[in-house]
Each structure stands twice: as C-alpha cells, then as structure tokens.
C-alpha cells in the first residue's frame, strides 16, 4: 500500500511513529505492508520517492526543523495540489488544518484525491460536516475507499462501531462528551477552580489553544455532530443549521448548584431524528450523577447510542492527542486494507 500524506504535523507523525513501532506486528497480523511514497506539508516542505521513503528520517528531519523540501535526492518543492496530481500512491491521508468555515483546502484535497482514483482517509473534520454527500458519492462511483474514522472522538472506534458492531441496529438518538478542552475545563470548576483558572491551566497543558473559541464556543462540539447527523443518518445538515452555546456562561456558582442537586455539567452534542427529520445541537446540560456520561472527567470523550434493538450503548476513550488521532488514521488504513 502506497501511502501519501497530505498535511505532515501531529497526527500525521503519530501514524507514522505507529508504522514504524508496529511494521512486524501488522505484517504478522494482517499481512499489512506499507510504503509512504510521497509527503507535503505547508510548513514542513514536502519530498517524494516512488520507491519509498526513508520514514524514521523524515520523522528525524522535521523534529530537528529541517525541511523536507531540502532533503538530498528526495526534496521537493511541491505544494499539496502538485503533490496529488504527480505522486503516485494508492491512499492519501489528508491531515492539514481544519477551517471549519470553509473546509478548505482539505475539500480540494480530496476531490482531487478521489478523482485521480486514490483512496482516502482524514482526519479533517471540515470535509465531512460541510461537504459529505458529495464526498461519500464521488468515493463510491470510483469505486474508491474514503474513511473518516479520526473526525470524531480521535482514535476511539465511535464510527467504526456504528457500522460494524450496530449493524443491524436502528438508531434514534446519539448524545455525547465530544471535545475534551471543555469537558477538562468543567471538571476542574468541579474541583473548586473559576472559569478563567481552569482555561488557563488547560491552555497550559496543552489542551486548549490560545484563542480557545472553537473548543468553549461549541464549535469543534458542533463539527462533530453535523457529521454524525450527515454519515450515521444520512442528513444533509450544515453546522449552520444547528443551535450551538458554549460553556463561557457557567459559572462556579453554578457548578455548585448542580451538585448540590446530584448533577453535573457537561457540554453535551446531540443528534437524533424524530417525525420533522434528523436534528443536532450543542448546548451545557445538567446530568443526573448516575448517567454514564456524568462520571467521565478530564479530556475524555463519551457518546451514548440509542438503538432499538440494545437501548443504549455507551462508549468511552481520548478524543484527542497525537498517537490516539494517528491510531484512527491506522485503523481507516488496516480497513481498507482487509477490503481491498
């Protein structure tokens, strides 16, 4: 398998640390052999060889800040859309920054992709929740692979579940922890800090940005679960479409009340359908202390599953970081590899 990557920053070096650490044991389980013939990144440069790259140096290179478009026989100085157009690869792994407002340049990325008949696999949420009927039917009449795993929940199986595990299973409602800043942020309040003092200590660890809106306004939340809404139910929603609040407007004093009443805040994204057609939100709820989703603290994500045919299935992991968003990628690529 003939891997290209698009976008060469964590996530991407979390696969490829995975490649490396795991090559014997994915052969001797899977049969798995792969070779990344070509890389771009925008701030990393971009270098190409159809026989292979040397993966451990490129890792090396960009860790001392060298790039890689100086690379001695292999350098190159393509931007994404030359890389696509020339590289010869069977998969692309499309993993820039997401612009939720636009999605682009991923978008771009993989039409172009998907046209010159690669497979795909992102972990760019831009794409799929502005853009995923058009992406999901252009996959299809090529005949090609397009896996999303890493979009949501990072590199917990959510989706994989869904279409695997669930199948079989009608579902009518999902409702979940799907970002980890803000669920940090609430469980530290919990542990007696303000607001500010929690964002603070979460930007510091790395968890939040410095400018933190999309995680505290509810947007990374909202990407999530218009995705959901448009690959589990086959909506057609766009983020606009769906109310969406933040956790800006909690308050100590309001943590404290919930507690004294057996609740617990959390940022909650919902999905279901009902008689009208399919609906999404982001919004603060108060749960009972003995919901399964109330227990999950830190960075953790959590999503229930209403089914008919199980009630409800919950399932719990990281929904960030760079190893756990680069296993989503790993994973999307031993499927496609299995059905190949």
Not at 259 to 280: C, E, F, N, P, S
């Amino acid at each position: 398998m003939r891997l290209l990557f698009i976008g060469f920053g964590t996530v991407g070096q979390g696969l490829s640390e995975l490649l490396l650490e795991k090559r014997d044991e994915l052969a001797a389980s899977y049969g798995f052999d792969a070779v990344v013939v070509g890389i771009s990144d925008m701030l990393k440069g971009s270098a190409y060889d159809p026989d292979g790259l040397d993966l451990a140096a490129a890792l090396a290179r960009v860790g001392r800040g060298e790039s890689l478009s100086d690379w001695p026989s292999v350098g190159r100085s393509w931007d994404a859309p030359t890389m696509i157009a020339e590289a010869e690869a069977d998969v692309m792994l499309e993993a820039t920054y997401t612009d939720i407002s636009t999605g682009q340049p991923a978008t771009d990325h993989i039409r172009a992709a998907l046209e010159r008949g690669m497979h795909v696999t992102t972990t760019n949420k831009g794409p799929l929740a502005l853009h995923s009927r058009e992406l999901i039917e252009s996959a299809r009449k090529g005949g090609l692979q397009f896996l999303y795993e890493g979009t949501v929940m990072a590199g917990t199986p959510l989706l994989n579940l869904i279409r695997e595990t669930l199948a079989g299973a009608a579902i009518h409602e999902m409702r979940g922890i799907l970002n980890g800043t803000t669920n940090y942020i609430l469980t530290q309040m919990e542990g007696g800090m303000d607001y500010a003092a929690a964002l603070a200590q979460a930007q510091q660890l790395g968890y939040a940005e410095a400018v933190p809106d999309a995680d505290v306004l509810g947007w990374d939340a909202l990407a999530k679960v218009t995705i959901l809404a448009n690959v589990v139910f086959g909506a057609g929603l766009k983020p606009s479409d769906s109310p969406c609040q933040g956790i800006t407007e909690i308050s100590s004093a309001d943590i404290v009340r919930a507690a004294a009443d057996g609740q617990r805040y959390k940022l909650i994204g919902r999905v279901w359908r009902d008689g009208a057609g399919v609906h999404a939100s982001v919004a603060p709820q108060r749960l009972p202390s003995t919901h399964p989703l109330a227990g999950v603290g830190g960075a953790t994500n959590a999503m229930t599953i209403t089914t008919d045919a199980l009630g409800e299935v919950t399932i719990i992991g990281p929904g960030a970081g760079r190893r756990q968003t680069g296993f989503a990628l790993l994973n999307d690529l031993l499927t496609m590899w299995r059905h190949s």
